[in-house]
Nanobody
Framework: AQFVESGGGLVQPGGSLRLSCEGS????????MSWYRQTPVAERELVAT????????DYAASVKGRFTIDRDNAKNTVSLQMDNLKPEDTAVYYC????????WGQGTQVTVSS
């Protein structure tokens, strides 16, 4: 399996970014998919999860109300719309399955700074 994340960048506080991840090499539609983030000084953190039929999603308390996860099973993609970004959202963002992770991709860097 492979994941390719994209869409990161530098944004000012209060700004928005949309991350995208394409998965391949496995039956994407069968798996709950998640976004995670990691900084150099912290362990990888679960940010958001979307379940197989896109009927429900879970969010970390720190991002609830600001981030929205969605998926397109026809394109094997999962996206993360991030609004009202804060400096503490700065991290490398990764996608993977919710459990029984496949190998991690390279991630995409998000930097929130003025």
């Amino acid at each position: 399996a492979q994941f390719v994340e994209s869409g990161g960048g530098l944004v000012q506080p209060g700004g928005s970014l949309r991350l995208s991840c394409e998965g391949s090499g496995f039956d994407f539609f069968r798996y709950p998919m998640s976004w995670y983030r990691q900084t150099p000084v912290a362990e990888r953190e679960l940010v958001a999860t979307i379940y197989k039929l896109s009927s429900s999603a879970d969010y970390a308390a720190s991002v609830k109300g600001r981030f929205t996860i969605d998926r397109d099973n026809a394109k094997n993609t999962v996206s993360l719309q991030m609004d009202n970004l804060k400096p503490e959202d700065t991290a490398v963002y990764y996608c993977n399955t919710r459990w029984n992770h496949f190998d991690w991709g390279q991630g995409t860097q998000v930097t929130v700074s003025s």
